[in-house]
């Protein structure tokens, strides 16, 4: 079940678009939920890198800029001044998903 998905690729969760780049996760994390629900774990442990990895693709789509500059700043503890541009970065990237969420 390969093939071009046109730019919209497939439906995630409550039938919200999966971007391209981001689809091959999607479908890897939906198919490892399907495992999980044949066996003892939970999806939510046995998937949990999937989920993460799915979560990273779609916020660094939405706001490249704003992540690159959440990991440079806030990968390790610094001065009060990379301290506090970490803090900056944060309140961008949300601000940044907030602009990208439906109403």
Sequence with gaps: MSGSSGGRGRQGPEGLPVPGPCASTHQALAECHRRAARGPLQPEVLCRHLNRALAECL????????????RTLCGSFGTALKRSQCQRARIDLSLCLEAHQET
């Design 59 to 70: 916020v660094t789509m939405c706001c490249p800029g704003e992540t690159e500059a959440v």
